[in-house]
């Protein structure tokens, strides 16, 4: 009888011992699982936002640019080359808009690494690029004519510098937030590009399929602004939740 008993009592007390292996590797699994789903957030905290800048109806004839003044600018060019502003893609996009969110929570520090405008073919290359207040800009010229490099710019300093051929590129930042700073070549009045000077990394310049990108946006309501040179400015709404990727498209017409 008391052997009996003495059995029953191991045998629960492994019942209660195997119970307790089990509930602990449940609960373990369970840790682990909600490790991982905090390091997904982690990496999930922030969101996207992307689309399309369109244009709805007719394009517009763009002027043709007379580079005559300058032999070697139009030795460069064997084709007619039309003014970039006014440009509609083939798929009724925009190229060129430059698309940016001014008012984004934070301090956000402009990065060392410099953004280049090229001067190629008497040509600005790009025709519009963002960077942030404070980061460099690195200026080049591939012509074997002198350019004169000057940014109009409204909340910076004007600033206007000749470019020799064969010399070193020149460097310039601007400080503060410019929506936008258009540069113009003093010899060469045709040529012209457009650049939009942020206080943050939020922004993106549409190419020839009119599409953009904004990652890495922290949670919450944004005014999207999308500049054109021709078509004129547009403003919307969007909310970015985490992890995921808000559409924001914009159409422009003739004004
Ligand atoms: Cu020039």
Redesign the pocket.
């Known amino acids: 009888m008391v052997m009996k008993r003495s059995g029953l009592l191991v045998f629960a007390a492994l019942c209660i011992a195997l119970l307790s292996v089990g509930v602990f590797g449940l609960s373990s699994k369970a840790a682990r699982a909600s490790w991982h789903g905090r390091a997904r957030a982690a990496s999930q905290n922030t969101g996207t936002i992307s689309g399309k800048v369109l244009f709805s109806g007719t394009a517009l004839k763009r002027a043709a640019l007379d580079m005559r003044s300058d032999p070697v600018c139009a030795g460069q060019h064997s084709e007619t080359v039309l003014a970039e502003d006014g440009e509609v893609n083939d798929n009724g996009t925009l190229p060129n808009a430059f698309v940016y969110i001014a008012e984004v929570p934070g301090k956000y520090k402009a990065p060392s690494t410099p953004v280049t405008l090229d ?1 190629t073919g ?1 040509m600005y290359v790009p025709h519009v690029l963002g960077i942030m207040a404070g980061q460099p800009l690195r200026i080049v010229s591939h012509d074997a ?1 002198t ?2 490099v000057h940014f109009m710019s409204k909340n910076n300093r004007q600033w206007n510098q000749s470019q020799q051929p064969g010399t070193p590129a020149m460097t310039h930042r601007f400080f503060h937030p410019d929506i936008m700073v258009r540069a113009h ?1 003093n ?2 009045p045709w ?1 012209s590009a457009y650049i939009g000077v942020t206080s943050n990394p939020f922004y993106a310049v549409t190419g020839d399929d009119g599409t953009f990108t904004i990652k890495g946006l922290p949670p919450g309501e944004y005014t999207v602004t999308t500049w054109t040179a021709t078509f004129g400015t547009q403003e919307q709404k969007v909310t970015v939740s985490a992890g995921e990727t808000a559409e924001a498209n914009f159409t422009f017409t003739h004004q």
Request: net charge negative; charged share 10%.
């Open positions: 001067q008497c004519t350019h004169n070549c010899d060469h040529m």
